[in-house]
């Protein structure tokens, strides 16, 4: 890595925006481990985060955790946000974080239609999607009714209220990767006719009523992250907007409904959004919403995580472009992935320079993060 020491302080800038405020620019990023037996998370999982706050990342945002539905999880290993049990292990992951000197938020999830039918805590429980279409557009279940709907909105605003409760610093909602909330925003997948369907506005409608049922939970200094994404789980080409216009459509309802702050995932950070701009889909949409975004996709690494996990090793890659991009003020925050989640130490080694000490990703590692 070539990067220099003088042009990675911009990532050690402190950062103050919404109600949120941050001793730095980087943010570890979600990334499902499946290491909470029964939903629980252990001492294991709260040492995990601790060893990344301890070595200066600014915002922890964990794994998914999922909200008390019975289609809400296709993974028993996966840790849940709604029973005590679960609370009691994610307030000492709170504690030993903010021990360490960090700040760390739940993403809340619900896996919608990728969840499938038998898998999970409640193997009986029909998996829930909008229109009962899969990702690729094909009848296989039934659609969700507007009772259950409104069921899963309660149990997204009881999942924040118990996050704000029991410590955290703020929530994420997941409404990225073609899961549940994303379901309803994509055209593909959200056939409906009723008030939760139709134009791209129209269906908003679920992911704003998500919001504001959680900052009603929560009240308006308790900041909420929406995590979202254009792509799809292998439908990667995949758009919810095809240009600015489209894009600005999209983003308002949630805006109106209390985000504070965007989690704008991509493949690769520095790939333009739409054609005609340099701007890339967190630049895009801070232009858009004048809310700070994080940027997120292959940072650090050579290689974008579709291949990272397909079996190819990556990596480490300078960030000059990183850096420039943020010093123009494109986005505020960063959130690492594979990078950090290889090496706990990856944000006290680029912040001290010592970037022949980066540790590259490969798959073998991914199992056995420590």
Same mark, same amino acid.
């Given at each position: 890595? @070539?990067?220099?020491?003088?042009?990675i302080q911009?990532?050690?800038?402190?950062f103050?925006?919404?109600? *949120?405020?941050l @001793?730095?620019?980087?943010?570890?990023?979600?990334?499902?481990?499946?290491?909470?037996?029964?939903?629980?998370?252990?001492d294991?999982?709260?040492?995990?985060?601790?060893?990344?706050?301890?070595?200066?990342?600014?915002?922890?945002?964990?794994?998914?955790?999922?909200?008390?539905?019975?289609?809400?999880?296709g993974?028993?290993?996966?840790?849940?946000?709604?029973d005590?049990?679960?609370?009691?292990g994610?307030?000492?992951?709170?504690?030993e974080?903010?021990?360490?000197?960090g700040?760390? +938020?739940p993403?809340?999830?619900?896996?919608?239609?990728l969840?499938s039918?038998g898998?999970?805590?409640?193997?009986?429980?029909?998996?829930?999607s909008?229109s009962?279409?899969?990702?690729a557009?094909?009848?296989?279940?039934e659609?969700?009714?507007v #009772?259950? +709907?409104?069921s899963?909105v309660? /149990?997204?605003?009881?999942?924040?209220?118990?996050?704000?409760r029991?410590?955290f610093?703020g929530i994420?909602?997941?409404?990225?990767?073609?899961?549940?909330?994303?379901?309803?925003?994509?055209?593909?997948?959200?056939?409906?006719?009723?008030?939760y369907?139709?134009d791209?506005?129209?269906?908003t409608?679920?992911?704003?009523?998500?919001?504001?049922a959680c900052?009603?939970?929560?009240?308006?200094?308790?900041?909420i992250?929406?995590?979202?994404?254009?792509?799809k789980?292998?439908?990667?080409?995949?758009?919810?907007a095809?240009?600015?216009?489209?894009?600005?459509?999209?983003?308002?309802?949630?805006?109106?409904?209390?985000?504070?702050?965007?989690?704008?995932?991509?493949?690769?950070?520095?790939?333009?959004?739409?054609e005609?701009?340099?701007?890339t889909?967190?630049?895009?949409?801070?232009?858009?919403?004048?809310?700070p975004?994080?940027?997120?996709?292959?940072?650090?690494?050579?290689?974008?995580?579709?291949?990272?996990f397909m079996?190819n090793d990556?990596?480490?890659?300078?960030m000059?472009e990183?850096? #420039?991009?943020?010093?123009?003020?494109?986005?505020?925050l960063?959130?690492?992935?594979? /990078?950090? *989640?290889?090496?706990?130490?990856?944000?006290?080694?680029?912040?001290e320079?010592?970037?022949?000490?980066?540790?590259?990703?490969?798959p073998?590692?991914?199992?056995?993060?420590?």
């Amino acid at each position: 890595m @070539s990067t220099s020491r003088t042009s990675i302080q911009s990532l050690f800038q402190p950062f103050q925006g919404a109600p *949120l405020s941050l @001793s730095n620019r980087i943010v570890m990023a979600p990334m499902t481990r499946s290491h909470s037996p029964n939903g629980i998370p252990g001492d294991n999982v709260a040492g995990y985060y601790r060893r990344r706050a301890e070595n200066g990342v600014g915002l922890i945002v964990t794994e998914g955790t999922t909200i008390n539905h019975p289609a809400a999880s296709g993974d028993t290993n996966i840790p849940n946000f709604h029973d005590e049990k679960a609370l009691e292990g994610w307030a000492q992951v709170v504690k030993e974080v903010h021990e360490a000197g960090g700040k760390i +938020i739940p993403q809340i999830w619900h896996q919608g239609i990728l969840r499938s039918e038998g898998q999970g805590p409640h193997p009986q429980a029909p998996s829930a999607s909008p229109s009962g279409l899969n990702l690729a557009g094909e009848k296989v279940s039934e659609p969700l009714s507007v #009772d259950e +709907i409104q069921s899963i909105v309660k /149990a997204f605003a009881q999942a924040a209220a118990d996050a704000k409760r029991i410590g955290f610093d703020g929530i994420e909602l997941h409404g990225a990767h073609g899961y549940l909330i994303d379901e309803f925003l994509w055209e593909q997948t959200n056939q409906r006719t009723d008030e939760y369907g139709g134009d791209l506005v129209k269906r908003t409608r679920f992911a704003a009523e998500v919001v504001r049922a959680c900052r009603e939970a929560v009240g308006p200094d308790f900041p909420i992250v929406f995590r979202i994404s254009q792509w799809k789980t292998s439908f990667y080409d995949a758009k919810l907007a095809t240009d600015s216009e489209q894009l600005n459509q999209l983003l308002q309802p949630l805006v109106e409904a209390g985000v504070d702050i965007f989690h704008c995932s991509t493949r690769r950070f520095w790939v333009p959004e739409f054609e005609g701009s340099d701007l890339t889909f967190a630049g895009w949409v801070k232009k858009l919403t004048g809310k700070p975004t994080i940027t997120v996709g292959s940072v650090g690494l050579d290689n974008d995580f579709i291949n990272g996990f397909m079996g190819n090793d990556a990596g480490t890659k300078d960030m000059d472009e990183l850096t #420039d991009r943020l010093e123009q003020g494109q986005f505020d925050l960063v959130a690492v992935g594979r /990078a950090l *989640l290889v090496d706990p130490a990856w944000a006290a080694k680029i912040r001290e320079g010592r970037f022949d000490e980066l540790l590259p990703f490969t798959p073998a590692s991914f199992g056995t993060l420590s």
